[in-house]
């Protein structure tokens, strides 16, 4: 998915009137803003992160533009710093994790994953549930040559596309691949299944 199929939802517009009088953010973030401002993602999110009329807000003694925010609580929120860079703000004393080194890279970021996701999902038939009894049953069956393995869909090779999403995202910012950082903890995620 390109950053044109992103916004193809429509667009959340920024006024730039907001910034009057306050210098202390970089031009090329409230540039890109002003000019694209953010993307109306179908259905809503991508990775549990839904997109916000931006807004200056305080976090911790610094101002920040929150522009998104993530659902697994109410007080996480994602915004670019006076530097320029975009962070995960949250509410541990003040916890605020690098994500990426601009908006723009952040957003192309999520336009890979978003590619990913969709790729997983059209070859991924997820877990199999089954009772402890079926599951004994169908080891029976398969052992006794009643029923032969099935098999492996070709498609989606996770591994394969995890390693293509992470030389992506080392291409666009090194830096949001640090130890520990937010998108590593995503990639892992996604190597795992989890996501």
Same mark, same amino acid.
């Given at each position: 998915?390109?950053?044109?199929?992103?916004?193809?939802?429509?667009?959340?517009?920024?006024?730039?009137?907001?910034?009057?009088?306050?210098?202390?953010?970089?031009?090329?973030?409230?540039?890109?803003?002003?000019? &694209?401002? %953010?993307?109306?993602?179908?259905?809503?999110?991508?990775?549990?992160?839904?997109?916000?009329?931006?807004?200056?807000?305080?976090?911790?003694?610094?101002?920040?533009?929150?522009?998104?925010?993530?659902?697994?609580?109410?007080? %996480?929120?994602?915004?670019?710093?006076?530097?320029?860079?975009?962070?995960?703000?949250?509410?541990? !004393?003040?916890?605020?994790?690098?994500?990426?080194?601009?908006?723009?890279?952040?957003?192309?970021?999520?336009? &890979?994953?978003? $590619?990913?996701?969709?790729?997983? =999902?059209?070859?991924?038939?997820?877990?199999?549930?089954?009772? $402890?009894?079926?599951? !004994?049953?169908?080891?029976?069956?398969? $052992?006794?040559? =009643?029923?032969?393995?099935?098999?492996?869909?070709?498609?989606?090779?996770? !591994?394969?596309?995890?390693? $293509?999403?992470?030389?992506?995202?080392?291409? %666009?910012?090194?830096?949001?691949? =640090?130890?520990?950082?937010?998108?590593?903890?995503?990639?892992?995620?996604?190597?795992?299944?989890?996501?």
């Amino acid at each position: 998915m390109t950053l044109e199929q992103l916004y193809a939802n429509g667009v959340i517009p920024f006024d730039r009137s907001m910034l009057e009088g306050n210098g202390r953010f970089p031009s090329d973030a409230i540039e890109w803003l002003a000019r &694209h401002g %953010l993307p109306r993602l179908e259905g809503g999110e991508v990775l549990g992160v839904s997109f916000l009329s931006p807004a200056i807000k305080r976090f911790d003694g610094e101002e920040f533009i929150m522009f998104a925010s993530e659902r697994w609580r109410e007080d %996480l929120w994602i915004g670019i710093g006076t530097d320029g860079a975009v962070y995960a703000l949250g509410p541990v !004393q003040g916890r605020r994790s690098f994500i990426n080194s601009n908006l723009e890279v952040f957003l192309q970021f999520m336009a &890979h994953v978003s $590619r990913y996701l969709e790729a997983a =999902k059209a070859t991924d038939t997820g877990p199999t549930v089954m009772t $402890r009894d079926v599951l !004994q049953e169908r080891l029976a069956a398969l $052992r006794n040559g =009643k029923i032969r393995p099935a098999a492996r869909a070709t498609g989606f090779d996770r !591994q394969f596309e995890t390693e $293509r999403l992470e030389c992506e995202f080392r291409t %666009l910012d090194r830096a949001a691949l =640090k130890r520990d950082g937010w998108w590593c903890k995503i990639i892992e995620q996604l190597r795992d299944g989890l996501i």
